[in-house]
């Protein structure tokens, strides 16, 4: 499988930090192109990639309304004893060849259910080049941007405002391209509005006019994804976009034995159909993101079509960073996922642990007693409680960039 004309974007985020955000006290975690979140319900997995999601929404949207749309700061920060009265995250992103950067804030409750901006930091690195830095605290530059003399709202973010500058643009487009999707068949199978069709929504639910700007921008790119589908749907030939008056919808050609295929609307295919469906167009959309968050996949999905999605996956790779949640035991068993690209999640006590695979369960792998996929199955797969403490230590929201 290829990558676009234009070539992949290769930026991406290299390590996570996240503070007092919802069960997540104090985690570090490394990403790689292709990250697997695996873990029992309840232990965190979500509350992570919401973390990263919130920083998208702050930054296409306001920090208000990110937070409005997650029932406001208490229910963000998070719950323990001794409460703490804010959260933080960081992120640290490889911007491609020799430049780096890192974006951390941390948000403090106030009175009356309102929050402030307690401090903001980004950084720019560029090899045999000076850095290049902002930082706020409490709407206040403390260092300033050379030729900017901007006022910042105590409640708001800087870095919408300094993406106007060539130096932050990038790490900007890069976090407000992030991507985060939970596909539901239902909203696929439903008539749609009308859309530009640049943008997958989150449920999948203007699917008809991704695949018309598909097809419009992009034949090679549509004949991909019509063949992807046949592969984890055997019998779907092709699925197209079709107009109903000002509605749009979707019609899949299927081939039933006859000389030509039968078309079939979008309300009488199956759910793993209309699924499998929504996560090829979020990896192969014609606006394509910096980071693509797919929660389950193989949910709905027929275990002997898992190998299409994860090759679907690694091909996605090659596009977008890529970060998965996923509960499936086949897929963590699949040869092309090694053990460098999971991680295991667990809470104990009301805290998550996100780190790599404990050396207990790599053992037992390395020496064939089980796969991975055995370890899930029996609750057995632990991370490694150890590294992942001795990261959280090292913790530092501000501290310095470690390309």
């Not at 549509?222 to 992807?228: A, F, G, Q």
């Not at 690209?341 to 809470?347: L, T």
């Amino acid at each position: 499988m290829g990558t676009r004309a234009n070539g992949p974007d290769r930026s991406l985020i290299t390590e996570v930090q996240i503070r007092n955000y919802k069960s997540l006290a104090q985690v570090v975690v490394p990403l790689d192109r292709l990250t697997v979140l695996v873990g029992p319900n309840g232990a965190g997995k979500s509350n992570f990639t919401d973390a990263l999601s919130f920083i998208a929404d702050a930054l296409n949207s306001t920090l208000a309304l990110a937070l409005k749309q997650r029932g406001g700061i208490v229910a963000v920060r998070r719950i323990s004893e001794g409460r703490p009265n804010n959260f933080g995250l960081k992120v640290q992103i490889h911007l491609g060849r020799d430049k780096w950067a890192d974006f951390a804030f941390d948000v403090a409750a106030a009175a009356e259910g309102n929050f402030v901006v307690r401090r903001e930091r980004c950084r720019v690195r560029q090899l045999l080049q000076p850095d290049h830095v902002y930082e706020v605290q409490n709407g206040e530059f403390t260092i300033e941007v050379p030729g900017i003399r901007a006022q910042i709202e105590p409640d708001r973010l800087a870095l919408p405002l300094l993406s106007a500058v060539p130096e932050f643009r990038p790490v900007f487009n890069f976090l407000s391209r992030m991507r985060f999707y939970s596909i539901a068949p239902e909203r696929v199978r439903e008539i749609q509005d009308p859309d530009a069709g640049a943008i997958l929504r989150r449920d999948g639910s203007n699917a008809a006019a991704i695949l018309r700007e598909m097809k419009r921008r992009s034949r090679d790119e549509y004949d991909r994804v019509c063949r992807l589908l046949s592969k984890i749907v055997p019998g779907v030939s092709s699925v197209e976009y079709f107009s109903i008056g000002q509605k749009d919808t979707l019609q899949f050609k299927q081939d039933v034995g006859t000389d030509s295929p039968w078309t079939f609307e979008a309300l009488n295919m199956s759910d793993g159909t209309l699924r499998a469906l929504g996560i090829l167009l979020a990896i192969y959309q014609p606006s394509t993101p910096a980071l693509v968050v797919v929660e389950e996949p193989e949910s709905t999905i027929h275990p002997a079509a898992i190998d299409v999605l994860v090759q679907v996956l690694k091909d996605g790779a090659h596009r977008a960073q890529v970060l998965v949640t996923s509960h499936s035991p086949d897929l963590l068993d699949n040869k092309e996922l090694s053990d460098e690209n999971i991680r295991a999640v667990e809470c104990i006590r009301g805290r998550t642990i996100v780190s790599t695979i404990g050396e207990v369960s790599r053992e037992s792998v390395r020496r064939k007693l089980y796969t991975m996929g055995e370890l899930m199955r029996t609750g057995e797969l632990e991370p490694d409680r150890a590294r992942a403490s001795a990261l959280a230590q090292q913790l530092d929201l501000f501290g310095p960039l470690t390309p």
